[in-house]
């Protein structure tokens, strides 16, 4: 079974671009999690998704946003870059039928994103 | 609000010895807390999930304690090796129960 796939591995974009980062899930897995991981503040959640609806949301301001496709397959964008946005972002994906704590997350590799 | 905290960001030990990691939890009572390992350059891999009611699970050489009272989880691994150096991330639920929180983390290293 193919595990969770992150596109693409590394973006370098400038300040007030946009991006959009992809992430295809585990086969049969529902639900998906976005999460932003730095040196200084860790894993933080960002969202979740499931049955292309969003499940749940951490506190982030609304330049990130996401969705998630028919196929499970999601995508996440933040408008506008800031420097402070120079992060690794992780995607997870679970069954997502007893609610994401309850159950074990596969992560993807990450998109590691600069902001110059 | 719920904080989550790994005492020590770096763990040394010696290869066969026993490391032991601790993850802090304060102002909530969480029902399960999950342990992942993180690699340089990889996201993060389940280890072991642990219920409030389960005192202590274990899993080959690894072993993780709950103890409500102390709020507090240990996590050991046993017969360490050099293998085992990895950055270590306890995740509890947020106090909503609906995402898994990360503490920062702590980074062992195992020499052989």
């Known amino acids: 079974k193919a595990g969770v796939t992150q596109t693409p591995r590394y973006l370098i974009k400038t300040r007030g671009q946009q991006v959009t980062l992809s992430c295809s899930p585990i086969s049969g897995h529902r639900s998906v999690s976005w999460y932003q991981q730095t040196p200084g503040q860790g894993l933080q959640f960002l969202f979740e998704?499931?049955?292309?609806?969003?499940?749940n949301k951490g506190n982030f301001p609304g330049r990130f946003s996401g969705r998630q496709f028919s196929n499970s397959r999601s995508e996440m964008n933040v408008s506008t870059l800031e420097l402070g946005d120079s992060a690794l972002y992780l995607c997870?994906?679970?069954?997502?039928?007893?609610?994401?704590?309850?159950?074990?997350?596969?992560f993807g590799s990450g998109t590691q994103l600069s902001v110059l | 609000s719920q904080k989550i905290e790994q005492n020590s960001e770096a763990l040394n030990i010696q290869e066969g010895k026993t490391a032991t990691l601790t993850c802090n939890y304060t102002?909530?009572?969480?029902?399960?807390l999950q342990w992942y390992r993180q690699d340089p350059g990889r996201g993060p891999v389940f280890l072991l999930l642990i219920r409030e009611n389960e005192k202590e699970k274990r899993k080959e050489r690894l072993k993780v304690t709950f103890d409500t009272t102390l709020k507090q989880s240990l996590f050991h691994i046993t017969a360490s090796q050099p293998a085992d150096s990895a950055t270590y991330l306890c995740?509890?639920?947020?106090?909503?129960?609906?995402?898994?929180?990360f503490g920062k983390g702590t980074t062992l290293s195992v020499s052989s």
């Open positions: 998704y499931f049955s292309e609806t969003q499940r």
């Open positions: 102002n909530y009572s969480p029902a399960y």
């Open positions: 997870a994906s679970s069954l997502g039928q007893g609610g994401v704590p309850n159950e074990k997350l596969f």
């Open positions: 995740a509890p639920p947020n106090q909503a129960g609906t995402a898994l929180i």
